[in-house]
């Protein structure tokens, strides 16, 4: 599993005009299924997010995790984070297919709201329009097979 967790002000998605997710300040988290993950993968990549230490202490430096009171995760599928670009048009065949990716998706957003987050979401498969207001900007790339 892959995730490409950014540090924002705000962030919303937007499906067929309509704003379906939107956050103030939180994680903005693009999350990709590999064709070979698993519930455990799911889990270790929502821990992750959900004690990633990457909010400022009092002497400014980044080493706080977020607090589930204070600030909320917008979770966004994103297959294309397994893109095969060894080709100028990328491929995907990596990317876990819907019957597998969507369970996976979910008990990913389920982990982070059994921790006490606010999770909006946007709605897999579908066109959406993702805004973000980065924050440091602080953007990191968490791949389970590295973690």
């Known amino acids: 599993m892959r995730a490409v967790v950014t540090r924002v002000l705000s962030a919303s998605v ?3 005009g309509e704003i379906r997710g939107q956050i103030g300040k939180g994680f903005l988290v693009l999350l ?3 064709e070979e993950d698993t519930e455990a ?3 270790k990549i ?3 997010i959900c004690g990633l230490r990457v909010f400022e202490d009092a002497a400014g430096k980044m080493n706080l995790a977020p607090d589930p009171e204070n600030e909320k995760i917008l979770i ?3 297959f294309t984070l397994f893109a ?3 080709s100028r048009r990328p491929g995907f065949s990596r990317a876990a297919r ?3 990716a969507i369970p996976l998706y979910e008990l990913v957003i389920a982990e982070c709201r059994a921790r006490g987050f606010t999770v909006e979401t946007g709605e897999f498969g579908a066109e959406m ?3 973000s207001v980065n924050d440091g900007p602080v953007t990191i790339l968490l791949d389970t097979k590295e973690l």
């Open 14 to 16: 937007e499906i067929g």
């Open 32 to 34: 990709g299924v590999h």
């Open 41 to 43: 993968e799911a889990k």
């Open 46 to 48: 929502a821990d992750k």
């Open 76 to 78: 966004i599928s994103q």
């Open 84 to 86: 095969d670009c060894r």
């Open 98 to 100: 819907p019957d597998k």
């Open 129 to 131: 329009f993702v805004a």
